[in-house]
């Protein structure tokens, strides 16, 4: 064997592997999007079916979309080996943590907890007070705009 052929034969069961994973984790997708249109279906409000199953269409063709990249270009590196765990563990943990405390904290500071610690989580840069003041004020306008928009505008009833 030539070294360029021990190289392809040592990365091929590294892609395959990702490119199994990437396809079972976008059909599994695919499963819980059919299945919240079945939900949604059984909505007595028309108003109530719009949003989940826009979400639900976007998660299957998306995630159809993902299968057919995998099939016709296979991704060369998987992503999951590369990076910190503890960035993604902080990111998935904020989001739970928002979940658990909006019901007592309402959407408001519930969305500006996740997004102070998903910004930690993401943040890869060095600190410095103008990026702090920067990022928090525009997360900040990002969540407070999107509030007024579900609250007044849409009128969605909001913890």
Not at 32 to 58: C, E, H, M, N, R
Not at 68 to 78: D, L, N, R, Y
Not at 115 to 127: E, K, P, Q
Request: net charge neutral; glycine share 6%.
């Amino acid at each position: 064997m030539i070294e360029s052929d021990v190289k392809a034969s040592s990365v091929n069961p590294v892609d395959s592997g990702s490119r199994l994973g990437s396809i079972l984790v976008a059909s599994l997708l695919i499963i819980i999007g059919v299945i919240t249109l079945y939900d949604a279906a059984s909505y007595t409000d028309v108003d109530s079916k719009v949003f989940p199953q826009t979400s639900a269409i976007a998660l299957i063709l998306f995630s159809t979309l993902a299968i057919g990249k995998q099939i016709i270009q296979p991704t060369v590196v998987s992503g999951i080996e590369l990076g910190s765990w503890w960035r993604r563990i902080v990111l998935v943990s904020s989001m739970l943590l928002s979940c658990a405390l909006m019901p007592y904290t309402g959407l408001l500071i519930a969305c500006v907890l996740t997004f102070v610690l998903g910004l930690i989580a993401s943040m890869h840069d060095s600190w410095t007070n103008r990026k702090a003041i920067v990022y928090f004020l525009s997360g900040l306008s990002i969540i407070v705009c999107f509030y007024v928009l579900f609250k007044f505008v849409l009128h969605v009833p909001l913890p």
